[in-house]
């Protein structure tokens, strides 16, 4: 049996099947894009993010600020680098004056010159000088001195004039490179052998204005077996620089060399010449301290046994410049009319220093209540004349 059927033509979805193959590849290309790109997206959100962490924290910090601080700095530096190039060339400069300043304290014709300039200044010996005369000797420079006279070589120099200019070479080499600014210890053993008395005054100014002013030692000793240097010396006062800036006195002791046969032995000076100018201040000291002596006691006594020499030699120089005439009767014209002082003073003076033939008056006890009033009378006398008496007590270091 025959059917019949109308043919329908079927409905064509090739186009829609197409658009949705396109779509279905471009989302395979997206994706693949994708996965191949994703490495690379996430270095560049992990930069994002590590730039977003390193802004904050300059922010945070104030970076800007530190960049500009570091900028200036920089800045300082260079200038800082310039100004220490420009003080090492400085440096160098002045280490190269430094060598030639030393060279020149090197220079035997400058020390030379400063013992003529001692020799000018201090003791007015323009007529002596020394002169250096530069030789060469074995391809070095040689220098010795020549001691010049008038502008002609000295010959047959006194004893005085070699102790000078060997004292004012001794000064100016305290000055040399050597020496200088080293506080050295100082010994100067008897400058003023031979001298005259106006020459030893000028040795011990020298003394003063080249060392002791200055405070250029750690220690100074000077010896002298002459008792006028000696009582220039009690003057010296050397001074040194404290940490606050004030100068404190150094202070000075005095000692004696005493000789025994092949030994000596180094002592604590006598009062006598360590605090008086010169015996006739002593003698003064022992009768004034007798004159007010109430007591004997053992602090006291050696005054009484002593008065008698002490007395004695006392009047003989207080009476011979006061009556320098050569007449006998000076102790009488001394206390005036009344025989009394001069006959007690007499025995005195004559039975306790030289016994005068009363063996016995060595064996017996002093006298005391005579010591006394007859140190009373000379001081007392004494007063008569109170300028002298004053500087008398003041020579003592007891102020009226």
Not at 367 to 383: F, G, Q, R, T
Request: proline share 2%; net charge negative; with cysteine.
């Amino acid at each position: 049996m025959t059917v019949s059927m109308s043919f329908e033509s079927p409905l064509d979805y090739s186009e829609e099947l197409l658009q949705i193959w396109k779509g279905y590849e471009e989302l395979r290309n997206r994706s693949n894009d994708f996965s191949n790109k994703l490495s690379k997206e996430q270095s560049t959100a992990k930069m994002a993010l590590l730039s977003q962490e390193i802004y904050d924290f300059c922010t945070a910090i104030g970076y800007s600020a530190i960049v500009l601080n570091i900028d200036g700095l920089k800045n300082k530096l260079d200038i800082e680098k310039k100004a220490l190039e420009n003080l090492k060339f400085e440096i160098n400069a002045k280490l190269d004056k430094i060598q030639d300043l030393k060279r020149q304290l090197n220079d035997e014709e400058k020390g030379a010159l400063r013992v003529n300039k001692y020799l000018a200044d201090f003791f007015g010996h323009e007529f002596l000088s020394l002169q250096a005369i530069e030789g060469i000797e074995n391809g070095e420079k040689k220098i010795r001195f020549e001691i010049v006279r008038g502008g002609k070589r000295a010959y047959h120099l006194s004893e005085g004039e070699c102790s000078l200019i060997a004292f004012c070479y001794f000064m100016a080499k305290l000055d040399d490179v050597n020496t200088k600014d080293s506080k050295p210890i100082i010994w100067i053993d008897d400058p003023i052998s031979s001298l005259d008395a106006n020459h030893i005054f000028f040795v011990f100014s020298l003394i003063v204005a080249e060392l002791a002013e200055k405070d250029i030692f750690e220690q100074i000793f000077v010896s002298t077996h002459n008792l006028d240097f000696l009582k220039y010396l009690r003057r010296l006062n050397s001074y040194e620089q404290q940490a606050n800036g004030r100068l404190k006195n150094s202070g000075k002791q005095y000692f004696i060399i005493n000789r025994q046969g092949h030994y000596s032995t180094i002592l604590q000076m006598p009062k006598c010449l360590k605090e008086y100018g010169t015996e006739f201040n002593y003698l003064f000291s022992c009768i004034f301290k007798c004159s007010c002596i109430a007591n004997v006691d053992d602090t006291n006594y050696e005054l009484f046994y002593n008065f008698g020499n002490n007395a004695r030699k006392f009047l003989e120089i207080y009476l011979y410049f006061k009556y320098p005439d050569y007449s006998d009767d000076k102790i009488q014209r001394f206390f005036g009319t009344d025989n009394i002082p001069p006959i007690l003073i007499d025995r005195i003076n004559n039975e306790y220093s030289h016994l005068s033939g009363s063996i016995e008056r060595a064996i017996m006890p002093v006298e005391v209540p005579e010591m006394v009033s007859a140190a009373k009378l000379i001081i007392n006398k004494l007063k008569e004349d109170p300028d002298q008496f004053s500087a008398l007590m003041n020579s003592i270091g007891i102020t009226t």
